[in-house]
């Protein structure tokens, strides 16, 4: 209702691949939107840098990095720089040229529904971008937290507005309490008494911590966490984040419940994997190449070169790829753009089966 009673119009983009027409076309001033979209932004910009010159990449991560120290600067984490005084040419010169594509008069972008990774916020943000991550529920009437102007912190999903209380439960989850919260669920008492506590609080199923300022981090999905056979628990949605930050996979999902090792199912972008099927000499039309070993030794080791950070169990040991997104439409995500998991891994029950079949033979 807010956009109506403040005299706003409101534009749904047509779909994911339309979504760089619809920007030039509406030129919108306000963006509201999952992370997938910001992401696959990014790798469209980032895969095009690929194809620059070496110096044209130079200025062009120069631009990120001095927009960022401008903009810690601004929240007062950062002291000043000489190379502040770099920014308003590198925003003329680069800064403004990515954000004309798109639409050019974007003042704000929202961000939620999933998390959104570290680097693609520093990305936007460096470009003069203000993004805002925040986190919501619909059983919250939905939005629990968000970043605001004056104190952004990217990597979290700011703080609980006015009003509302949140706090840490068992299991680390993220509890929210307030006048916002729904009084329960439409004729399913059982349901309600299963999400809301006698004290009130409403279990939201996310993992989270709060730090001493009120910010609020999701660390993952209480029942999405992956525990190994040797009892080692991993997280699936920072892996897949990390994943796909490398611009040759659209879509990553992680396997390994109750496995000895982790195993991913990963959807390509089309012209990234022309791209590599060149370099490895194989034939970008065929199956067969797709799901060879060469294939796969060289998108794990893309794959591996995203997950440094992470432990040395939560590594991905095989990996299959496809070229078919998975979308609304075939039913493997959400509106939302979540990932189906049961659906996907009934879809690909005998790859997921064959990456372990060698293991078991031992």
Not at 159 to 182: F, N, T
Not at 245 to 273: C, H, R, S
Not at 290 to 316: M, N, P
Request: glycine share 10%; proline share 6%; aromatic share 8%.
């Amino acid at each position: 209702y807010m956009p109506m009673m403040v005299g706003a119009q409101v534009a749904f983009a047509r779909s994911v691949q339309g979504l760089a027409e619809d920007l030039m076309n509406l030129r919108p001033t306000v963006l509201i939107s999952v992370p997938r979209i910001y992401e696959r932004i990014y790798g469209r910009i980032t895969s095009g840098l690929e194809a620059k010159s070496g110096f044209a990449r130079f200025l062009f991560n120069t631009t990120v990095s001095v927009g960022w120290r401008r903009f810690e600067h601004e929240q007062g984490r950062a002291g000043w720089h000489p190379s502040l005084l770099l920014w308003p040419l590198l925003k003329r010169i680069i800064a403004t040229k990515v954000t004309e594509r798109l639409g050019g008069r974007l003042r704000l972008a929202v961000c939620g529904g999933a998390p959104l990774p570290p680097p693609i916020a520093r990305f936007f943000i460096g470009l003069g971008l203000p993004v805002f991550h925040g986190f919501g529920m619909t059983e919250a009437s939905p939005v629990v937290a968000v970043n605001r102007p004056e104190d952004n912190v990217p990597a979290s999903v700011g703080c609980a507005l006015p009003g509302v209380e949140v706090s840490i439960g068992k299991d680390q989850e993220l509890l929210v309490r307030g006048p916002s919260v729904m009084q329960g669920y439409w004729n399913n008492e059982e349901a309600t008494a299963d999400t809301i506590d006698k004290d009130g609080w409403l279990h939201s199923g996310d993992k989270a911590r709060i730090d001493e300022q009120g910010h609020i981090f999701i660390i993952g999905r209480i029942k999405e966490i992956l525990v190994l056979g040797n009892g080692e628990k991993v997280p699936p949605a920072d892996m897949e984040m990390a994943v796909t930050l490398d611009p040759i996979f659209e879509q990553a999902m992680v396997v390994g419940e109750g496995k000895p090792y982790l195993t991913a199912l990963v959807v390509l972008n089309a012209e990234e994997w022309k791209k590599l099927a060149e370099e490895l000499e194989v034939d970008p039309g065929s199956n067969e190449d797709l799901f060879s070993r060469k294939v796969e030794k060289a998108l794990l080791e893309r794959a591996g070169k995203q997950l440094t950070e992470f432990h040395g169990y939560a590594q991905v040991r095989r990996l299959t790829p496809t070229l078919e997104p998975w979308d609304v439409d075939n039913g493997l995500l959400t509106p939302t753009m979540k990932l189906k998991r049961a659906l996907i891994l009934e879809r690909y029950s005998k790859q997921i089966e064959a990456m372990y079949e060698a293991h078991s033979k031992r």
